[in-house]
């Protein structure tokens, strides 16, 4: 069973139809929206401000979602695919991002809608990362904008799939 802790008065609020992994951490002010996955060695750290996750989002092994004390929150919109041992800190990731193994994305960053930042990638503190667009490299740039239904077709295939993924672990 998952660690779920409550600090500071704070108790995770987990939504409906929602795999946790047995070894997944969850602390804090966070909130899980409905039809989520959070994976093998994820910790979600509400300790010093909130995370806030919507709905159908999938947060990959080893993951860490943290914010600064008073001075950054962390928020993933709907069907967004976190992957493996990223680091979203204090950031903003809209509805249908896509957030690639291994990169960093730091406070006050937006991830816009739809977007993508490849693997290993640092999205440095206060960067806005386009609606529909890749970013790549360390620190993050523009690498191109994608086609908007190419964009949604590709994200929503890795989240409906993790839907699927978490189904077999029920």
Known sequence: MALIKSVRGFTPQI???VFLAENATIIGDVVI???C???YNTVLRGDVNSIRIGNRVNIQDGAVVHTLYEKSVAEIGNDVSIGHNVTVHGAKIEDGALIGMNAV???H???G???LVAAGAVVLSGTQVEAGSIYAGAPAKFVKKMDTEQSKEINQ???KNYLMYSDWYK
Do not use: F, Q
């Open 15 to 17: 939504g409906k139809n």
């Open 33 to 35: 929206g409905d039809d």
């Open 37 to 39: 996955s959070i994976w």
């Open 105 to 107: 994305v730091l406070d």
């Open 109 to 111: 960053a937006v991830v």
């Open 113 to 115: 809608e739809g977007a």
């Open 157 to 159: 295939k890795i989240a």
